[in-house]
């Protein structure tokens, strides 16, 4: 007997059904904690504008771009040497989001429910998606969903603490990227598409990371780490003469610095930004030569907190006297002295790995061992997992960008500093493997099975 396959219709309504109950699960979630939570964390209430809420937010990222708004807005005067920072310490999704919502007077006077509408959509996007990627059932599905809203630096990064940062969007610009580009290739080899198929997938692709990186900087820096694999490819396609994957991987790559060209532009021309550089900060490894004294004398508390300047302990002699130092300089520094940079920079990165989810630095504490030892546990099981599709040579180009990501995002913490809510882009691209290496795996078996 022949299934009957669900009617449009009845589809149509699951989706709306599936994607309703997250919308209304996370507004709720986001008006009942989130708020609250800020009021409490930060003193800001939903009724302070955004005036108000920028001068208590003050230095947080979270004032930092709602200067940026009030600039766009023309209440607070762009003074450079004074007030440009908004603009060179961050990529300007998150300001100039903010600036789109307070033209509207309700979101103005009451900037708290700014953070409400666009965590709202990026929580939405990262939980549904996710969830649909994991399982087409309704239970299993929502199940991912669930088990992510109880996840600490999700839970209070997203839908709590982080109601006005950028960590949402830019994660919900890269679960929809990676899933988007994973999904399409599936269907490009079990229907065999042409190829320009796959080209437009990898514009659209580079695109959504692009996106990421409007409202995360070191996405920009991920990208770059993954040039080597293109540079790999490229010495490979000279000894086999074929240059396919080294096409595919071009087009991602001109596609992303493409959609970024505007602001680089724009930040070089006003703000005199490297265009090769993503922010003004991008490059300056001062900092992890400075004594924690002088991060603070320049309002850098946080910095200092989240241990950044270990060239420091690892080089006392350099310690507050910071030169022109490069990120090659630092990783001389790191394998001069390897025994004792990661004796130094583990503990670091296991207790942030052990934080409850609203503290950023591992000198804040509490630190729960069981919460890491899950933690390091996961990167092993990812690890594992990645290691059988390698080996069985089933892997895509957005399965290889997302080993990338997952592990130079643990670098780049490793070498700037700790904090809890810079985990989130690792951990979700970690399920995002997890569950590429199950329909990989799944995908050759089946393949195999139909082989005479």
């Not at 399409?184 to 997938?201: Q, V, W």
Request: hydrophobic share 50%; proline share 4%; net charge positive.
């Amino acid at each position: 007997m022949n299934k009957t396959k669900p009617s449009k219709s009845k589809n149509t309504q699951f989706q709306l059904v599936y994607w309703g109950l997250i919308l209304l699960l996370v507004v709720s979630i986001l008006l009942l904690i989130a708020v609250p939570m800020n009021s409490k964390r930060y003193m800001v209430s939903i009724n302070d504008s955004y005036a108000s809420a920028r001068s208590i937010f003050g230095g947080y990222d979270a004032g930092s771009y709602l200067e940026g708004a009030l600039q766009l807005l023309g209440i607070n005067e762009l003074v450079f040497g004074v007030s440009e920072y908004p603009w060179i310490l961050w990529p300007p999704g998150m300001s100039v989001t903010f600036y789109l919502l307070g033209t509207i007077d309700l979101f103005f006077k009451h900037a708290l429910l700014s953070g409400v509408l666009i965590q709202s959509i990026a929580a939405t996007a990262i939980l549904g998606t996710l969830g649909r990627f994991y399982s087409k059932k309704f239970l299993k599905s929502f199940s991912i969903v669930l088990a992510l809203m109880l996840f600490s630096p999700f839970r209070d990064w997203i839908l709590g603490v982080g109601l006005m940062y950028g960590e949402g969007p830019g994660v919900a610009f890269l679960v929809l990227a990676f899933t988007y580009m994973f999904t399409t290739e599936r269907k490009i080899k079990r229907d065999n598409k042409s190829t320009s198929t796959y080209l437009r997938a990898l514009v659209f692709f580079g695109f959504l990371i692009s996106g990421a990186a409007y409202f995360r900087s070191p996405i920009d820096s991920l990208v770059l780490m993954s040039l080597p694999l293109f540079f790999v490819y490229l010495a490979m396609s000279w000894r086999n003469k074929s240059q396919t994957k080294v096409l595919y991987f071009s087009i991602f790559y001109f596609s992303y610095f493409l959609f970024t060209l505007p602001w680089r532009f724009i930040a070089n021309y006003k703000f005199g930004i490297p265009v090769t550089s993503w922010t003004g900060i991008g490059k300056d490894t001062s900092w992890v030569y400075l004594s924690n004294e002088q991060l603070a004398a320049n309002g850098q508390n946080a910095w200092a907190d989240g241990n950044i300047n270990w060239g420091c302990i690892l080089d006392p002699q350099t310690c507050g006297k910071p030169g022109n130092g490069s990120l090659f300089d630092l990783l001389v520094l790191a394998v001069q002295n390897p025994v004792a940079f990661f004796k130094l920079r583990i503990p670091q990165y296991f207790e942030t790995m052990g934080l409850p989810g609203w503290e950023l630095y591992p000198s804040n504490g509490p630190v729960n061992v069981l919460q890491a030892i899950l933690y390091c546990s996961f990167i092993i099981f990812v690890t594992l997992k990645s290691l059988k599709v390698l080996k069985a040579e089933e892997y895509n180009l957005s399965f290889l960008l997302a080993l990338v990501f997952f592990y130079g995002n643990y670098v780049i913490i490793l070498f700037t500093h700790f904090e809890s809510r810079y985990l989130l882009i690792s951990t979700l691209l970690g399920l995002i493997i997890v569950i590429q290496s199950n329909y990989l795996i799944n995908d050759r078996l089946k393949s195999q099975h139909r082989k005479p």
